[in-house]
């Protein structure tokens, strides 16, 4: 039969084994709150999904289309490649929709009126202007080469030289009165 002294040691025994198994399960539980500390970082996931879910609330269906077109338009544009894009682009799309807003209420019907009037033009790449262009680049070369000739004498010369022509036309137009007047 056990002893007094024996049952003491042995509840001593005891207790500083649940002493021991204490402080192990508090040294356990302390660990285990600081790994689980905030959800394991759940709490700042936490918080963006209520900021997003905020954010998506104010959205309206019409802002939805329009991102939707947004990332379209994002996604075709990542086709081109090692494009670079100007740092101002921002500022000139924003400046392109105000300058869109102020042609409210403009009357463009004239431009129609304008694109039929200038249509003709459209052939003159064919009528060989830049030839015609070229001749004349050359005019003052050669009205400057005129300053030394004697403008009365030049015209005394194309006068007689028109009244020759005159006269070869007239020779001519007899011999041909005379061949079909024989035949």
């Not at 918080?47 to 997003?52: D, S, T, Y």
């Not at 400046?95 to 009037?117: K, P, V």
């Amino acid at each position: 039969m056990p002893t007094i002294d024996s049952l003491e040691l042995e509840v001593q025994s005891s207790s500083q084994s649940a002493v021991s198994g204490i402080d192990a399960l508090s040294a356990s539980l302390s660990r285990l709150k600081t790994a689980v500390k905030g959800g394991v970082g759940l709490t700042s996931v936490t918080n963006q999904l209520k900021n997003l879910n905020t954010a998506l609330n104010s959205v309206d269906a019409s802002a939805a289309d329009k991102l939707n077109t947004l990332a379209n338009s994002l996604e075709k544009l990542k086709n081109l490649g090692n494009l670079k894009i100007s740092s101002s682009i921002a500022s000139q799309i924003t400046s392109i929709g105000t300058a869109t807003r102020s042609l409210n209420g403009t009357d463009f019907s004239s431009l129609g009126e304008l694109a039929t009037a200038i249509q003709p033009l459209a052939s003159i790449g064919s009528l060989n202007l830049s030839s015609t262009i070229n001749q004349l680049n050359k005019l003052p070369a050669a009205i400057g080469a005129l300053n030394g000739v004697d403008m009365a004498f030049l015209a005394g010369m194309c006068s007689r030289g028109g009244a020759l022509m005159s006269l070869v036309h007239y020779r001519q137009f007899q011999s041909w009165v005379i061949l079909f007047t024989d035949s």
